[in-house]
């Protein structure tokens, strides 16, 4: 069984700009979950899809950050303009039923590292 | 939401067991519990969880309290490729009732050869 996919692994950008994460998650994987993981610390969840609906978002920076999931299955994570305090791993995960509190298990991506200059 | 303590880190020689420790005194009757460890440069991996009962698998065991204030992973014969952070959390039921996992610093594993 292929794992989720994340691209591109690494990414450097000055601070300003815009850039793009992409996840293909496991194949009939409903949820979806986007991570920030700053050095040092535990992954932060930022916004978790159900299909191709928001389920949360409540820690999203929606001021710069946007997401998207198209169709229930790819998803795209968006930072325009970048700023240098988002210097992060962003991770990519998946699950097959969000809803069973406790016994769902999620599978996480390689991750996108990204340095803001 | 109950919280979870962890040791920031542990040290332990390869081949030999580690009893990694998790407290948890907040924990509700219907809290799982679940092990997530990441090796470095990479994602999360899910280990293994349990309710109240011990649990096996071909990873780990997981050792729980009688009253599931704390709970134990059991790495029976560690190796090099263990060096990892290892995470205890207890999913939390988030915005719309979905699953939600939070994570904190973990406990980082050292293993000397």
């Known amino acids: 069984e292929a794992g989720v996919a994340q691209s591109p692994r690494y990414k450097i950008i000055e601070k300003r700009q815009s850039v793009a994460f992409w996840c293909n998650p496991i194949s009939g994987h409903a949820t979806l979950y986007w991570y920030q993981q700053i050095l040092g610390q535990g992954p932060k969840l930022l916004i978790q899809f159900q299909n191709n609906g928001v389920v949360d978002d409540s820690q999203l920076p929606k001021d710069r950050f946007s997401a998207e999931r198209l169709k229930g299955v790819d998803s795209t994570l968006k930072i325009q303009p970048a700023k240098l305090e988002d210097s992060a791993v962003y991770l990519c995960?998946?699950?097959?039923?969000?809803?069973?509190?406790?016994?769902?298990?999620?599978?996480f991506g390689p991750g996108t590292r990204l340095t803001v200059l | 939401d109950a919280k979870t303590t962890q040791p920031n880190s542990m040290e332990s020689n390869e081949e030999e067991p580690v009893h990694l420790p998790c407290n948890h005194s907040?924990?509700?009757?219907?809290?799982?519990i679940h092990w997530y460890r990441q090796l470095p440069s990479q994602g999360p991996e899910y280990v293994i969880h349990g309710l109240t009962s011990n649990v096996n698998n071909r990873m780990a065991s997981l050792a729980i309290a009688e009253d599931r204030k704390s709970s134990t992973l059991i790495l029976h014969r560690a190796t090099l490729r263990d060096a990892a952070v290892y995470y205890c959390i207890l999913p939390r039921r988030g915005i719309q009732g979905a699953q939600k996992l939070v994570f904190g610093q973990g406990t980082r594993l050292t293993i000397n050869p």
């Open positions: 995960a998946s699950s097959s039923w969000g809803l069973a509190v406790g016994t769902d298990t999620q599978y």
């Open positions: 907040t924990i509700s009757g219907t809290d799982y």
